[in-house]
Every structure is written in C-alpha cells, then in structure tokens.
C-alpha cells in the first residue's frame, strides 16, 4: 500500500503555502510595526504598548476557537477562509487609516483598536482551517505529512521574513507620519492572499482521489472514525454545557477580582481551561480518542511556556533593538524591525535541513516522538536567552551591545521553534478525531493566545529608566521649555507620576550649555523602577533575560521526563 502513495507532494500543499506565505506577510508586516507605532506616533509607554500587544496577539490566537467551530459545523474550511480574508483586509486598511490620522490620538486610537478587532475575528475563520487542509491533502498514515507541514510552516516564514523588510522599510523610518505606509503594504499583501486562494483552490485543493477539500463541514466527512451514525458529531448535553459555562464564570471571577488580572487576560486564562474541559466531555468520544486528545492538552500546556517568551520578539525584544543595540551597519542605521526577519530566513535556511534530519532519523527508526522534540525546542529557547543575558550583564546604562547578541538569540530561537511548532501542527492533525479537527486545532492555538497575552505581561516588566515628572514640569516653568512630548501622559511608578527617560525631547533646546545642564538635572532626576514577578525583582536587563532561561529551562525539563508516559497514550501515533 505504501508503494503507492507518491514520494512528492501534491500541488495543492503549494497552494495552501503561497496562500499562507502572503496571510503571514500581512500579519508579521503590521506586527514589526505596532509597538513602534504605538511608542513612538501615538507616545503610548513601554508597558501600556506591551499590554495592547499581548492582548492584540492573545486575542488572534484565541478566536480560532469560533473559526473552528464554525468550519466543522457549518461553513466548511474554504468559505471560512474567505470570510477572514476579507476581515483582515479590512482590519490592515483600518491601521493605515489610525497612521494617517496619527496626530489626532484619540480618533487614530480608535481607529486602531476596531482595526484590531477585524484582524482578530479574522485571523480567527482563516488560521486552523488552512492548517487543517494540509492534513486533509494526504491519505491516513502517510509519512509525508509531517514534512508537508514543515514545507508548510517555510511558507509561513518566508512571508514574515519579507514582511518586516518591506513593511519596516515604508513604515520605520523613523518619521511617525511613514507608519502607514508599512500598513497599507500588509493590507495589499492580505488582499493578494485572497485572491490566490479563491483562484487556485477549485483546481488544485483536492484528496489524493480527487475531491474537493474544506467544501463540507468537517462532521460531514467522517467515516472511518465512527461505528455509529450518533457518533457521527459532538454531543453535548445542556448540563454539560452548563457546567462548564459555571467554572468558565468563576474562573474568569478569579482571574479578574482575585488576582487582579486585565478582562482580556482573564477572560482568555478563564477558556484555556474550561474549553478543553467541555471538548474532553464529549461522551461520544471513545477511550483511546479522549487519552489522544489528553496528549494534545498537556503538550499545549508547555507550549504556553515556549511561546510566551519566543513572543517577547514582538515587543520587549523590538524595544532592546531600538534602545540597546548598535544598529549601525556599513555606515547605516538599520531599522529596528528588521531584526523581526532573522527568525523568519533562519527558518527558510534550516527547515529543509531538519525536514531531511527528522526523514534520516525515521528511516532508521530513531526519529524522537513529538513531546522530545517539543522539549528540545523549549531547551533551545532557554540557550538563547542565557546567550543574551550574558552579552548585557554588567552593561552600563547608555551603552549599546553589538547586534551579534539579537541575531544569535533569534537563530537559536530559530531551532527550537523547528523542533516545536511544525511538529505540534502535524501532532494536533493526527491525534485529533476528525469531528474536532478544526476545533482542537483551535484549541492548540489557545494555548498560543494564552502564551501571546501572558508575553505582553512578562514584556511590561522590561526594564525601564524613568524620570519624576515633577523634574520635567520644574524646567518648564523655570525655562520655558518642555521636554516632554505634547500628547505623551505619565505614568505611575512607585506611587508618583513620570516619564521614560527615552521619551525626553531636547529639540527645543538651541544653547548647547542650556542643553548640557537639563540633561545632567534630568538624569539626576530618575527614579528606582524595579519590577517583581513571581518573588523576582527584575531592575535591569540580565534580571528580565534570567527570567526566560529559568521558565523555559524548567518546563523542558518536566516535558522531558514526561514524555514516555505521553508516548504511552498516543497509542501508536509517533
């Protein structure tokens, strides 16, 4: 039998990769801008951009949730495509329109935040029903499919490696007014996502028998996975709805009044628990399917780990390139968001190579099951943020580190989300009954929307120098002169107002010995800014690097011992 199945891939997985490779040009285009454009056009503070971000990034992941759902009951993988397609685009045009009214805060915010919510809901119908499809091109127990969605993923990372280039190139100039040119170039590359999709799919998106995929509801097309047609779909009786919606509300209670988490944190921390509880309800699932879907769940909880800090490159990480990285080359200041490209070519260098690595060790029967691999891959994260740590210990404060230290972080990130992300995909596809395939790809995807949103946590303890206000309205009344910017609002460190010391402008200042002395009275002027995260106190940059290499290094550890017992419960799904 599998002397028949061909050694190369179909046309179709080609199809589904430009597709994705221009989605996730858009998406990582706009990304590579966001925390800049909010820092820097609407002078929002390090930790309020860090919040939006976590909570943008926590919210894209979550709705996968909806678009899944909808896609296995209702609509089918295309037209659910479609539909996300067409809101993103919206959503990139609403952020090109927040950047040309940037001078006006309060209407470009607006502007800014429903375009988010289009980009989320979008995300949302697009995201697990691509990643679906791939699967859906390969007959059951076909070894291809987990180079297929390494192939897959090459696409995903070719569109972030150009994104930031091309976007970071129109937006990051350095000029607030630019920023929407980098926006109004995702939302082209969201628009032509679209139209390859709806022009291609018809001929090539096709079974190895030649049906159309993501035409039907998911539930439609089981067969082999069932013995009765009452097994036929996901059956949840009204009690056990109800009670999941009961802990999902005194989850949320918690989060929100108890440990005084954001309504977005706690409303995302709430589901990641009780949407998998109410899943793994199902009294139609059989016993081997729940102890395959429970694999599923615990390796979902480490990549939480992984995530939250791979994340951090989106803003805390953006921020270090922008302030503590000599970004000077051949005579050049290159852009801070073009360090957001060296995960995305790292992985279209190296994937091939551990596409024939994990094809070699398989052939000889040495391949390493997923949770090995996935252990490796949070190892290899902890390397790379104890490579960093070590270049800024002892660092003095206005002294910038080589850009040798960003670029080694992102390459070892690079093999550590090889190791991880492809293979969870390929891990979700395989393990996961086909009734919920589009659903607990979804859930998959919340625990990245619980990683992204707890990301934008740990970046708002990024160390900050600030400055008392009180110094800043002082040199105002006594010469006139504000160095802080028009529409910037301070904010509360220790119980008193200020400002990051970044955010001080000495543009008005002309007279070089007026210059000298305000710079020596602002510097005199900061204020202890130590942060505290679970009993650590986090006052410079090696202290919040640490922070990654002990979360990461320890949740490796626990998935490495645990991953014979989850071998176990795979049953035969390697």
Not at 19 to 38: D, K, N, Q
Not at 91 to 113: H, P
Not at 285 to 309: D, G, M, N, Q, Y
Request: proline share 4%; glycine share 10%; charged share 15%.
């Amino acid at each position: 039998m599998n002397q028949s199945i061909p050694k190369g891939h179909p046309k179709g997985l080609y199809v589904l990769f430009v597709t994705e490779m221009w989605e996730r040009f858009s998406y990582y285009g706009m990304r590579a801008l966001f925390v800049l454009f909010m820092t820097k056009a609407l002078l929002f503070d390090k930790a309020l951009g860090s919040e939006i971000y976590g909570s943008y990034t926590g919210l894209v992941y979550l709705t996968p949730l909806i678009g899944g759902y909808m896609a296995d009951r209702y609509w089918g993988n295309r037209k659910s495509i479609i539909i996300g397609g067409v809101l993103m685009a919206i959503g990139q045009f609403l952020m090109f329109l927040s950047g040309t009214f940037y001078t006006q805060v309060g209407f470009a915010s607006t502007l800014m935040f429903i375009g988010l919510a289009f980009l989320i809901f979008g995300n949302g119908f697009f995201k697990p029903n691509i990643s679906t499809m791939v699967g859906q091109l390969y007959p059951a127990g076909d070894k291809r499919v987990d180079s297929a969605f390494t192939i897959f993923y090459m696409g995903i990372n070719l569109g972030a490696f150009i994104a930031p280039l091309l976007c970071g190139f129109l937006g990051d100039t350095g000029r607030p007014q630019d920023f929407r040119w980098g926006f109004l170039a995702a939302c082209i590359g969201m628009i032509t996502s679209l139209i390859l999709f709806i022009y291609l799919k018809n001929k090539y998106i096709v079974t190895p028998d030649g049906e159309q995929i993501g035409t039907v509801p998911n539930k439609a097309r089981e067969t082999a996975d069932v013995d009765t047609a009452g097994e036929m779909k996901a059956n949840f009786p009204m009690s056990i709805i109800g009670t999941w919606v009961g802990i999902f509300v005194a989850l949320f209670s918690v989060f929100f009044w108890v440990v005084k988490f954001d309504l977005i944190g706690s409303f995302i921390f709430s589901l990641t628990i009780a949407a998998p509880g109410l899943i793994i309800s199902d009294p139609s699932l059989t016993k081997i399917e729940k102890t395959r879907i429970w694999v599923i769940f615990i390796v979902a909880f480490f990549v939480i780990f992984f995530w939250s800090a791979f994340e951090q490159a989106g803003a805390s990480l953006t921020y270090f390139a922008e302030e503590q990285t000599d970004r000077h080359l051949l005579g050049k200041l290159v852009p801070a968001s073009y360090f957001q490209s060296i995960n995305a070519v790292a992985i279209v260098i190296f994937a091939p190579l551990f596409v024939l690595l994990w094809g070699g060790l398989g052939k000889r029967n040495r391949e390493p099951a997923s949770p090995y691999k996935q252990a490796i891959g949070l190892f290899l994260l902890a390397v790379g943020y104890l490579v960093i740590a070590f270049g800024v210990k002892g660092l003095e404060p206005g002294v910038k580190v080589s850009m040798i230290w960003l670029i080694s972080l992102y390459t070892i990130h690079t093999f550590g989300e090889l190791c991880l992300s492809p293979i969870g995909l390929s891990m979700v596809n395989k393990l996961a009954p086909v009734k919920f395939a589009s659903l607990l790809m979804g859930v998959w995807f919340l625990s990245t929307a619980t990683a992204n949103k707890f990301a934008g946590t740990l970046s708002a303890l990024y160390p900050e120098p600030v400055v008392a206000m009180e110094a800043v309205d002082q040199i105002k009344a006594e010469k006139g002169i504000s160095l802080a910017p028009e529409n910037f609002k301070p904010m509360e460190v220790n119980g008193k107002k200020a400002i990051p010391l970044e955010k001080i402008s000495y543009e008005k200042v002309t007279d070089a010995a007026v210059k000298a002395e305000l710079v020596k009275k602002v510097e005199t002027s900061q204020i202890p800014n130590i942060k505290h995260f679970l009993g650590m106190s986090i006052g410079n940059l090696y202290d919040f690097f640490m922070l990654f290499v002990f979360m990461a290094g320890i949740a490796s550890v626990i998935l490495f011992f645990l991953s014979n017992i989850l071998i176990k419960m795979m049953h035969g799904v390697r």
